[in-house]
């Protein structure tokens, strides 16, 4: 599961950077930025559910190996 987890966190990674080169920053809530825009936060959103997944298993086996 951390495998899969870390590949999933790479991908989010991947895909915040690929959202931020369609930012155009003359007119960020216009067209593909505000695509771009709208994958950022997403990407977000996910990355942090994530990491909440993640700490929710570390917690989970350290409380069952004590």
Known sequence: MKIFTSILVV???ALI?????LLDY?????GDSLVGLI?????FCALCILIIF???KL???KTRNH
């Open 59 to 61: 917690i989970e086996h």
């Open 11 to 13: 991908m989010t990674v």
């Open 17 to 21: 950077i690929f959202n931020v080169t």
């Open 39 to 43: 994958g950022i936060v997403a990407a």
């Open 54 to 56: 993640r700490m929710s």
């Open 26 to 30: 003359n007119n960020l809530f216009e």
